[in-house]
Structure formats: structure tokens, C-alpha cells
């Protein structure tokens, strides 16, 4: 098992504050036998020295320098087409990962029998302190899932399994990855690679330990720039994209379930965009759902969709602004019974 190459692509764009730390944790990882392929993807600043840097001094690095900021999806297509491992992992350079992750994704695909390997991951901090979430316990344990599993999980949000879209927290085997490559001059472009993924697989395993660690609030990442645009412009074609992707693969209840949450999201984003006072993005999400009513009113038809999911849709479809109210008024009076005014 230990003979297997994993090459780990990591993309980086102007971050010479955090590369460093991202490439220290790849160079601690357990597993030897394991190359890194840096995609300096047109770096302004000193980004691209330090890596070179790196490789100088490591035989297992390797640099390669995109002249120009083509984005994270064309950096990732690049490290692939010039990886030579059995799996591919992909890390983001202002990340870093816990030094088994690969070692034990490895050894969770090759005991298993599995194509692809989840974990879990932590919520880090500018300082690297740890933002914690609600619903965070994590077992130490590992689930084999069929692909159909899967992607039942991946599309519900099923738990106590969940399996993001975010690349980062998988380890593919190489044969997965052929034929995908990642839509280029977008974000969120994990949505339809790991969609397409999972489609092509028999098996795949959770690890419920957290061997990643994300960042959530560097101030100049893409993920706080241009909201509106990233959301109408790349999430939620891509999310129609997943409807009808798994509608033609034969999955039709999936494809429905997926077109169920996907609206559903939409109605956080409502609330979001409204309390971030991006009005015209508001309107512009409360003129998308109309235009979809009677698509919606088919979906929310369905057994799968809880009672509480069908009364917001309702209330949303008929006064987007009341819908607002009423979720607000929810927050301000009902929580804080159900929670003891904690």
C-alpha cells in the first residue's frame, strides 16, 4: 500500500503569508512516497519565490509558474495533466492539513476498496485558532459508502456523514480524475467535479477525523469578494447543472431531491442577501424563484420535503419581504424559547 504515489496539487495566488505554513505541513505528512505540485498561478507578489524556494531545497516539490492569474480551476487542471500518482489530493495554499491526512486516506481507500476518501475538516481562524460550528463531533471513525450512498449524502447534507463539495477534503484514485477537469474562468468549480465524481465510482469511505484545516477569513479571499456575482453567475448554475447532470445519468428521485436543496438554499441566500442589505440581489433571487413556481410547486409535492422546508416556500413564493419578516421573527422569539434565552 505504501508504495503508492499520491500527488498533492496545490494552488497558490498571492499568498506568501501562508504558503509556507500549507507546504511545512505537506513536507510532515506520514506517508513517503508522495509528490507536491505547486501552481503558482501568476503571483504578484513573493509567492512564487518562496515556493521556488521550497523545491530547491526538497526533491519531492515541484513549481510550476502559470505567467498569468487564470484562477484556481485552470492552476488545478495544470497539476493534474502533470501529476504522476496512483491518487491526487488537492490542497489550497493558504490551508494547511494534519500530518496522518494522507497516509490514512491512503490506507482507508486501499483497505476498503474505495476510489475516493473523505474526512472531515476544522474552520480555522486568521491566527489559526479554531471557529468552531454547532454541529462539530467528530467520531474517529470510517464509513464505506456505496457511490450511490454517496451522493445521496453529498446532495442531502446527510448525517452524520457529510461530504462537501470542496475538493480539498478528498483523496481520488487516479482513474477518477480522467476525463474531469475542472470549468475554467469560474468559481465553485468543485460543485460539478465532485458531482461528476462521485457518479463514476462503486465505492467511497468517510474518515470522521479532521485532517484539514481551512481558513475562513483571509481577508483578500476570492470566497469574500463579489458575493452576488459568484452566486448567479457560477453556484447556482452549477447547482442547475447537478439537477439535470444526474437527471440524464438515470438518477431521477436524486435529481429531484437535488433540484429540493437547492431551493431550499436559495431562501438562505434570500435572508443573507436581505441582511447584508444587497437589495438588489434579494430581488433579483425573489424574481428567479417566481420565474421557477411551478417547477418549485412540483418539487415541494414530493415526500421528502419536510412540512416546516414547504410553509417557508409558500410564504417566500407569495411575499418574498413577509418571508424575511417571518424568519426574523422566528429567530428573535422562537429559538430563544426552544434554547432557554441562552
Known sequence: MMGKLISVIVTAYNIESYISRCLESLLL????????IIVDDGSSDATGKICDEYAEKNKHIRVIH???NLGVAQARNTGTAAAA????????GDDWVEPAMYEEMLRACEETGSEIAVCSYRQRLNGGEERKKPQDAFTGQRYVLTGRE??????????????????????????VTEGLSFPTGRESEDIMYTTRALLK??????????????????????????LQERRFRDEIPFWKEQVECLRKAGYEELSEKAAYHFYRTMLFY?????????????RALAELLKGEKEEIRRIYEKSFVAFGDKVRMRAMLLWPGGYYLLVKG?????????TGGK
Open 29 to 36: 505528512q506520514s506517508c513517503g512516497n508522495m509528490e507536491i
Open 85 to 92: 500518482g496512483d491518487y491526487i489530493g488537492f490542497v489550497d
Open 150 to 175: 454517496a451522493l445521496e449524502i453529498y446532495i442531502c447534507d446527510n448525517r452524520p456523514w457529510h461530504i462537501y463539495h470542496s475538493v480539498w477534503s478528498k483523496l481520488f484514485r487516479r482513474d
Open 270 to 282: 434570500y435572508v443573507d442577501f436581505r441582511e447584508r442589505k444587497m437589495k438588489e440581489a434579494g
Open 330 to 338: 422566528y429567530e428573535r422569539v422562537v429559538i430563544p424559547l426552544r
Open 201 to 226: 465510482i462503486r465505492r467511497c469511505v468517510f474518515v470522521d477525523r479532521p485532517y484539514y484545516n481551512y481558513l475562513v477569513n483571509r481577508e483578500t479571499s476570492i470566497m469574500n469578494h463579489k
Open 66 to 68: 502559470q505567467p498569468e
